[in-house]
């Protein structure tokens, strides 16, 4: 069964047949990025543009891999050094781009909703790679793989995603994707980080890290969005580590097989510990080899839509 949508714009109403089966395939790229030779020539002749507005170090570099090793041909724009500072409008910069006969785009941009916008524009295969607080959709399925592969199974897990909650865009897209595909997903951070009636996408809410730790299979532990003047919302980053942060001590006072998730960029004794963050319990790095081959799965399923 092919994809039900020719774009990936964020999890929010992506049928679990969907999720289920960009996660098989990503098993199957998983297996070529083991291969001495890590290409195939699945989408020879495909060209695809990264679309960059916004900084990036893992998802940017994982979608031109991911398509490296798909042998399609990608075309990297960054906002700095491009014609935006000579005033050219993004619809502008977009149809100039898409003049040049791209097949896909995949868009980092600070504004929630400019994935949608380009859908309008272009006759492209849009993907989300990050739109403001709104959605990550590749950085959830990838969680989602990583804890498939730590623990054999999403349905029935007990997942807590803790930390800034309201500046995150990782957030919403692993509650809609981890939800769909039948975990019990709850949040924990401070009242001024987690958004009034969240619950009504079906979580649950809890300020207490060790109730987190107690009640859950696996933390997905998110940065403080400095940048989106989180800071803001609490007294000092000091405390936040004090009152939230994943360290070994508190960890190992419930002694359990908790897995640990952070999609990065890590704070190192803010969120998370450095003794965590390079531990037992983490599957950090996991997640980041894991991303390659759901952005190869992503990738593969537009590319070869009808
Ligand atoms: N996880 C993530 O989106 O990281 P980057 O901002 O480095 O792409």
Redesign the pocket.
Request: charged share 15%; hydrophobic share 10%.
């Given at each position: 069964m092919p994809l039900s949508s020719r774009h990936l714009l964020g999890l929010h109403g992506v049928p679990r047949e969907d999720i289920q089966l960009i996660l098989d395939t990503a098993t199957t790229f998983r297996e070529v990025l083991e291969r001495p030779i890590k290409k195939v020539p699945t989408l020879q002749g495909k060209t695809i543009v990264n679309l960059f507005y916004e900084?990036?170090?893992?998802?940017?570099i994982s979608f031109e891999l991911a398509q490296k090793r798909l042998s399609a041909d990608a075309i990297n724009f960054s906002k700095s050094g491009s014609s935006t500072s000579k005033g050219e409008t993004f619809k502008d910069t977009v149809k100039n781009i898409e003049a040049m006969k791209v097949d896909m785009i995949i868009v980092r941009h600070e504004s929630a909703g400019v994935p949608q916008f380009l859908t309008r524009i272009s006759n492209a295969n849009i993907i989300n790679a990050?739109d403001g607080r709104h959605e990550?959709p590749t950085?959830a399925l990838l969680d989602m793989y990583s804890i498939k592969e730590r623990l054999g199974k999403i349905e029935g897990l007990k997942v807590c995603i803790v930390g800034d909650i309201a500046h995150s865009r990782?957030a919403l897209s692993n509650i809609h994707g981890l939800k769909s595909m039948g975990a019990e997903v709850s949040l924990c951070g401070p009242k001024t980080m987690i958004p009034k009636g969240i619950e009504s996408l079906g979580v649950k809410v809890t300020h207490n890290i060790n109730e987190a730790i107690a009640n859950n299979d696996v933390l997905n532990v998110l940065r403080i969005q400095l940048e989106r003047k989180a800071g803001s919302t609490i007294p000092s980053l000091r405390e936040y580590h004090n009152y939230f942060g994943i360290t070994a001590e508190r960890l190992e006072k419930f002694n359990k097989d908790i897995v640990i998730l952070h999609?990065?960029?890590i704070n190192r004794g803010v969120e998370i510990s450095s003794e965590v963050a390079d531990g037992p319990y983490q599957i950090i790095l996991d997640q980041v080899t894991n991303g390659v081959a759901v952005r190869m799965a992503v990738l593969y399923l537009l590319g070869t839509k009808n």
């Open positions: 900084s990036s170090t893992r998802t940017r990050g990550h950085q990782v999609p990065g960029p």
